[in-house]
Every structure is written in structure tokens, then in C-alpha cells.
Nanobody, 121 residues
Framework: QVQLVESGGGLVQPGGSLRLSCVASGSIFRINGMGWYRQAPGKQRELVAV???????NYADSVKGRFTISRDHAKNTVYLQMNSLKPEDTAVYYCNANVRRIGRVFSDDYWGQGTQVTVSS
């Protein structure tokens, strides 16, 4: 009863920019942290950026200074602004949210379907 829907992926040239969006919906009581992960072919999924309900952020070293994570609490939405993109950023990007559902006392992690980001000339 919780769904994450992503948008904004696509093909971009090196040095370009993309903005990813992810909207959470369903029987949500509270969303704690939200974040973005990515997985390149032949590699494990890795953390890109996370943001807490209070706005505290954490980034992978490889994207610091280039990517910015933000969220809109009223819309249950998290964004990832990606600037100065490099070919090494090519991957499937996944949205994640830690959600406490209505009527429950515990929280679970939920994942989006993934969106492809390709950086190439």
C-alpha cells in the first residue's frame, strides 16, 4: 500500500544536468529518511544521497559538489538535482523511503522501480 514513482531519467551529454523526482503515495503515517541509490552494470547498488525528515543530508564522495538532494514534505516527494554529469554516473537510479504506515508502530524500506540515467556523447 506504499508506492514510489520516479521520473526524470534519460540521456544527457557529459557536463549536462538532470533532475530526478520520486513521489511516495499510499497508507503513509510518516516518512522518515528518503534517498537515492544507483546500480551500474556489473556493480553493486550504492548510496548516492540521503536526506532525513529534519533535512540532514549525506552524499557519496563521488557526487559531492555536483548533486543536491532535497524534499517536499507536503508532497511526499524527494528530488535529486544532478549537475556536471560524467559518464561514470551512468546507472539505474532507485528511490528509497523509510515509511511508517498508518496503524503500525514499525517502519519499513520501500523502493521505486528504477530509472535509467545515461551520460554519453
Amino acid at each position: 500500500q506504499v508506492q514510489l514513482v520516479e521520473s526524470g531519467g534519460g540521456l544527457v551529454q557529459p557536463g549536462g544536468s538532470l533532475r530526478l523526482s520520486c513521489v511516495a503515495s499510499g497508507s503513509i503515517f510518516r516518512i522518515n529518511g528518503m534517498g537515492w541509490y544507483r546500480q551500474a552494470p556489473g556493480k553493486q547498488r550504492e548510496l548516492v544521497a540521503v536526506i532525513s525528515s529534519g533535512g540532514n543530508t549525506n552524499y557519496a564522495d563521488s557526487v559531492k559538489g555536483r548533486f543536491t538532494i532535497s524534499r517536499d514534505h507536503a508532497k511526499n516527494t524527494v528530488y535529486l538535482q544532478m549537475n556536471s554529469l560524467k559518464p561514470e554516473d551512468t546507472a539505474v537510479y532507485y528511490c528509497n523511503a523509510n515509511v511508517r504506515r498508518i496503524g503500525r508502530v514499525f517502519s519499513d524500506d520501500y523502493w521505486g522501480q528504477g530509472t535509467q540515467v545515461t551520460v554519453s556523447s
